[in-house]
């Protein structure tokens, strides 16, 4: 069966209403190529999958193709292509129809054609097709590039010049499931799905007893720092044969102290899966998360919804961070199948909740000191991901006497931001790293279907102090938000300073989340937050289905900025 949100069908009547207007002409110059020519198989595409897709023309043309598509002759993931069409030929492309989106937009030009038209990065394609007819033939573009000697297909860049008029072609897209609505069924399918997510988060927070284990559970739990201790060294073993299972090299990496003893460092033991490059094996592409979980103060942990006040320590550690580790192990999964320009890496960080310990020994001591050679092109990293949009407007068991968390934003918010915080970056009120903010935003405007819940802040004429709280209100409070922060509180900051990295990060509630370092932390706790059913979100859900819907959003974003920095690395603006 397909199953599809409210909001989904919704946007599924107006394409359908409109396709007519939609598939004529934007622009003010002439050209004999329509999109009425062009034919395309299958005229329903499966969303967030690469798949064949055939163009068919009848009379000559060219088509712009702004999505990611693969290149046959290099294996490789490529952003938008341009193709000539003779009358009466065909092509067939393999494209990644957008995993959360309805619809697709394909341009048809003259044969030839070199410049093209394009969003801006904070909107849909569907928006860009309402406004488009009135701008003219400067401005936000692109211009074709030919492919090289290795590659099929032409590349583009962007351009000041636009081409002038094009004609419109959209293709709708569903996303199958066989489950129900309840279990997440919206976002379980697709090259990458929210579903596999979870069942991978539930094996490693699994509360099943278990008395064969050494922390006497089905899950992994008592991962605290690193090596040393038995839990943490056999939930290492597992990490380390997942990713083997996946065809990754993997490399355990534990570091020592460098005074003259050479003690080792408990928290300093790391698992990397690494799938080599094929064209830039030296530039590496690192997509990470802690595996660590906050240690006991205290002998006795105490569950604070039993004790009513929170004390510090966790055993299992669902949202810190297990979940960043199933995102990263999923991604891992599905990435080593998929040829690369650039060398993949998947790390699992130690000793994050010492101090990103973990992190900075890998990036200080293996890569800078050991590893010169190794450019470090961009880092994706995901800790604390996966409570927040489109559930967790307020905790079943939250703080009674609600504050400012240190992100600025009052803990009893009716909507708390997701956040996806981009560095290095030192001030407040402009844009220092515009690449990485703007794939950001176009990944998640129109691929997402998150045009309406985005806002990019930056905080002009506001403080230093409060710029983020300011901003975010006056942008009227945005579920997801997309900026740089002048601060790093996970393995980021290893990356940043040590490599000068520009990194993106993927994050939820901190402070404000109940059971941050608590023992409650726990997979039940984590849908417990994200249930909206009763509640006023405009659409009711249970906990499961929105927590497999965050987990999805969070980690197709993910993916597709890899795809995008695989092809064309962010560098370091701010240097």
Avoid at 56 to 74: C, H, R, W
Avoid at 398 to 404: M, N, V
Avoid at 497 to 503: A, C, F, I, S, Y
Avoid at 526 to 540: I, L, N
Wanted: charged letters at 20%.
């Amino acid at each position: 069966m397909v199953v599809r949100s409210r909001g989904s069908i919704a946007l599924l009547l107006v394409v359908l209403m409109v396709s007519a207007p939609l598939s004529g002409c934007f622009g003010e110059e002439e050209t004999e190529a329509s999109a009425s020519s062009l034919s395309i198989t299958p005229k329903v595409l499966e969303a967030g999958v690469f798949q064949q897709v055939e163009l068919s023309a009848k009379a000559g043309m060219s088509v712009f193709v702004p999505y990611l598509v693969i290149d046959p002759a290099t294996g490789f993931v490529q952003n938008s292509t341009v193709v000539d069409l003779p009358s009466g030929s065909s092509i067939t492309l393999e494209v990644l129809a957008p995993p959360r989106a309805d619809a697709m937009v394909l341009m048809v030009g003259a044969k030839g054609r070199e410049h093209w038209p394009i969003r801006d990065s904070n909107e849909s394609w569907m928006t860009w097709m309402m406004h488009d007819g009135d701008k003219g033939d400067a401005g936000n573009g692109i211009v074709r590039v030919a492919h090289g000697e290795n590659s099929t297909l032409d590349t583009v860049n962007h351009s000041i010049q636009r081409g002038g008029r094009v004609s419109v072609k959209t293709v709708l897209s569903l996303r199958p499931s066989l489950i129900g609505l309840d279990q997440g069924g919206a976002h379980s399918s697709g090259l990458l799905h929210g579903r596999t997510v979870y069942e991978r988060l539930f094996e490693i927070t699994d509360p099943a007893i278990s008395i064969f284990d050494v922390d006497g559970r089905e899950g992994y739990y008592d991962r605290w720092a690193g090596q040393g201790n038995p839990a943490y060294e056999d939930a290492a073993m597992y990490l380390i044969d997942e990713m083997e299972s996946f065809g990754l090299e993997v490399m355990a990496h534990r570091f020592e102290f460098t005074d003259i003893f050479a003690h080792q460092n408990p928290e300093a033991y790391n698992i990397c899966g690494y799938k080599w490059g094929s064209e830039f094996v030296n530039e590496w592409l690192v997509f990470g998360a802690h595996f660590d979980v906050a240690p006991p103060a205290n002998a006795v942990i105490l569950d604070p919804h039993t004790t009513g006040s929170r004390t510090y320590g966790t055993r299992v550690g669902a949202y810190d961070n297990s979940a960043g580790t199933s995102m990263v192990l999923e991604t891992a999964r599905v990435l080593a199948q998929i040829e690369s320009r650039r060398t993949m890496v998947f790390c699992l960080w130690s000793g994050e909740e010492g101090g990103t310990r973990g992190s900075d020994y890998w990036t200080d001591e293996y890569v800078r000191q050991d590893h010169p050679e190794v450019t470090v092109t961009n880092y994706i990293n995901l800790d604390m991901a996966g409570v927040n949009w489109p559930g967790g407007g307020g905790a079943p068991h939250g703080d009674p006497d609600p504050q400012i968390d240190e992100n600025g934003y009052p803990k009893d918010s009716e909507v708390w931001p997701m956040r996806v915080y981009i560095g290095p970056s030192v001030e407040h009120d402009q844009i220092n790293q515009p690449g990485m903010v703007g794939i950001s935003n176009w990944i998640g405007a129109d691929a997402l279907g998150l045009e309406q819940q985005m806002g990019t802040l930056v905080g002009v004429n506001q403080s230093a102090d409060t710029w983020k709280t300011d901003t975010w209100l006056d942008m009227d409070r945005p579920e997801i938000i997309v900026y740089e922060d002048t601060t790093a509180r996970s393995d980021h900051a290893s990356f940043q300073e040590n490599l000068g990295t520009v990194t993106v990060g993927f994050g939820g509630l901190v402070d404000g989340y109940w059971c941050y370092h608590q023992t409650c932390d726990t997979l039940e706790e984590m849908e417990d937050w994200m249930g909206t059913t009763g509640k006023d979100y405009g659409e009711e859900n249970t906990g499961v289905a929105n927590l497999v819907n965050s987990l999805d959003l969070i980690t197709w974003w993910a993916l597709m900025i890899f795809f995008h920095c695989d092809e064309t690395p962010i560098i370091n603006e701010y240097l």
